[in-house]
Nanobody, 123 residues
Framework: EVQLVESGGGLVQAGGSLRLSCAAS????????IGWLRQAPGKEREGVSC????????YYADSVKDRFTMSSDNAKNTMYLQIDSLKPEDTAVYYC????????????????WGQGTHVTVSS
């Protein structure tokens, strides 16, 4: 059974930082694109970041690429999202995801999703 379990969310003041983690199991971690999605209150889902399974390159949405950094540890089947300089508009449920391509994650159509972790940024 495929499982993706997020952790690390919470309530943070604007300008602060968080590190989200995602523990994965049930699929070949290093053969999939892996990344993150988010959904803010009252808004549509958006792709946040992805690491390609073919060349290892990282991709970010324009709205986050100066502040968010994604990484992974293949030995632990775990991915991370370091979020710095948080803004109130970053408030959302953050989901980790896996797919056969980064395009599927960035367009919010991954093969596998987690259940999400809440990030709330106060002003």
């Amino acid at each position: 059974e495929v499982q993706l379990v997020e952790s690390g969310g919470g309530l943070v003041q604007a300008g602060g930082s968080l590190r989200l983690s995602c523990a994965a199991s049930g699929f070949t971690f290093d053969a999939h694109a892996i990344g993150w999605l988010r959904q803010a209150p009252g808004k549509e889902r958006e792709g946040v970041s992805c690491i390609s399974s073919t060349d290892g390159k990282s991709y970010y949405a324009d709205s986050v690429k100066d502040r968010f950094t994604m990484s992974s540890d293949n030995a632990k089947n775990t991915m991370y999202l370091q979020i710095d300089s948080l803004k109130p508009e970053d408030t959302a449920v953050y989901y980790c995801a896996a797919a056969w391509s980064c395009l599927m994650i960035l367009t919010t159509t991954p093969d596998y999703w987690g259940q999400g972790t809440h990030v709330t940024v106060s002003s």
